[in-house]
């Protein structure tokens, strides 16, 4: 499908679209620009699950209005590759969780990325430097 490309998961574009006062300053900013240049890229995949999650923080913690999550959602929609689950994601996320004992979630994520063809994921939540099946190469952009 896309080859090469990157899936970022939603942990990256919160930091990019959310500023959470939680977190220290300088490591806030150091973030939000990490963010920034991976979600700038061109070729970026994402799956239904992360606009989800997406939509629900922003709402919750972002406090963002409606108005504002749909033109989020169709930022992405405009920008992102966007897999949609099917039979073939969940069976593959399911193999997933037997081989590398994902969480449910996680696994969804993986198994969406490989379908996509991607070649990196970025996520803060998972195994930096893990390679599964010899195609996909977790990378926690702010470690």
Known sequence: MTSGASFVDTNVWLYRLFDDQKIEVAERERKRNLAISITDAEGIIISTQVINEISSNLLKKAAFNE?????VIQSLYRRCTV???NLSIFESASNLRSRFNFSFWDSLIVACALAAGASILYSEDMQDGLVVDSQLQIVNPFK
Not at 67 to 71: C, F, P, S, W
């Open 83 to 85: 897999v949609e689950f």
């Open 67 to 71: 108005e504002q999550v749909k033109a």
